[in-house]
């Protein structure tokens, strides 16, 4: 329900880092979010496409990176998935867990395009 | 074509004014917690039951965020305490932005403890770490007790688990022993309490919880940030 805020903090995080890179144009934005990231990525498209429409952004696609849920035990030390939301370590069954990954919300990287081979691909 | 890096924390923008709040609370002695739940859970009703006990031992302050309106304020003012009224606009939650100046007036007025009533909800408050001390949530009995595998993300979020309605159970086919079984699952060793904010069953409870966490936080001043490893 928030995803307008996010795709908002995404284009000012993506133009921030093009400052130093005038003459190049985003085609892609590769962004991880987590299986319980409590965000919609159907959402967060839709909302990007629309909010970046009037920016230098427009036309650049997202491709999202979806991080599965796992837990690391605090007991026996290993990694294992989170199945149907319980919360307990798959392998000892311990409930001294911690999320190690499925939280994430972040642009990772960006594809870029000269604005040079834009006009040759143009002609 | 060529690829960089960004590597940039969506959240990042409120995470770091929360992480503010959460030095501006440690520094002046405040405990905050952040109160959250569905629309008409009982928020506000269990918040008319404890403000006034909180209020005999200490000098509480209310943040009351809605999308409009201040009925909500309206209600609490009767404790007598300062209560200042968010209005959201249209967003569906409070962010630490909102509440940060807020906090500043309520450290001013020497408050030792701040009471923030979320915007009704039970899917996007959980995402905006306020720099709170603590979380509690409440699930009503009318919402059934399906909920915390269908929100576990503000389940998880949480520190105290409050069923409330619990007068009505009767009249229900809500399961407690299957919804106390549905938090332990989304959130092992989270304290949950049940209440009634119509006959008062349980509210003593969550006073003296919240009086171990504001004596808590008095030996330990600095909370970790909310929601961390979970």
């Avoid at chain 2, 959980?126 to 409440?138: I, K, R, T, Y």
Wanted: include cysteine; proline fraction near 4%; charged fraction near 25%.
């Amino acid at each position: 329900m928030h995803e307008a805020g996010i795709a908002l903090s995404l284009i000012e995080a993506v133009q921030q880092r093009l400052v130093s890179m005038p003459g190049s144009r985003v085609a892609v934005i590769h962004v991880r979010v987590g299986e319980l990231a409590g965000v919609s990525t159907d959402a967060l498209d839709f909302a990007f496409e629309c909010l970046s429409a009037p920016t230098a952004l427009a036309g650049a696609k997202l491709v999202f990176d979806l991080v599965p849920l796992t837990l690391l035990c605090d007991a026996c030390g290993k990694t294992s998935p989170v199945e149907d939301l319980v919360f307990r370590c798959g392998v000892c069954g311990s409930e001294r867990t911690r999320v190690a990954s499925g939280r994430e919300l972040e642009v990772r990287t960006l594809e870029l395009v000269e604005e040079s081979e834009v006009a040759y691909a143009r002609d | 074509m060529h690829e960089i890096d960004v590597k940039a924390g969506l959240l990042a923008p409120n995470d770091a004014v929360a992480a503010e709040n959460r030095h501006l609370l440690a520094e002046r002695g405040l405990y905050a917690v952040n109160v959250m739940s569905a629309p008409g859970s009982g928020k506000t009703s269990l918040l008319e039951r404890v403000l006034p006990m909180l209020a005999e031992r200490h000098r509480v302050g209310v943040i009351e965020g809605d999308i409009v309106g201040s009925a909500d304020k309206e209600r609490l003012d009767r404790f007598g305490g300062p209560v200042f009224q968010i209005n959201t606009g249209a967003a569906c939650h409070l962010d630490a932005r909102m509440v940060h100046h807020v906090l500043h007036h309520l450290t001013e007025d020497g408050c030792e403890v701040a009471v923030i009533e979320n915007v009704g909800n039970l899917v996007c408050p959980a995402e905006f770490d306020l720099g709170e001390d603590d979380a509690v949530m409440l699930l009503s009995v009318t919402e059934g007790h399906d909920k915390p595998k269908k929100y576990p993300l503000m389940f998880r979020r949480a520190d105290l688990v409050i069923i409330n309605k619990v007068d009505l159970l009767a009249h229900t086919d809500f399961s407690l022993p299957a919804a106390v079984a549905a938090v332990r699952d989304v959130h092992p060793g989270v304290a949950i309490l049940s209440t009634s904010c119509r006959t008062g069953e349980g509210i003593e409870e969550v006073v003296a919880w919240l009086e171990r966490r504001i004596a808590s936080k008095r030996a330990a001043p600095l909370a970790a940030p909310a929601g961390q490893g979970r």
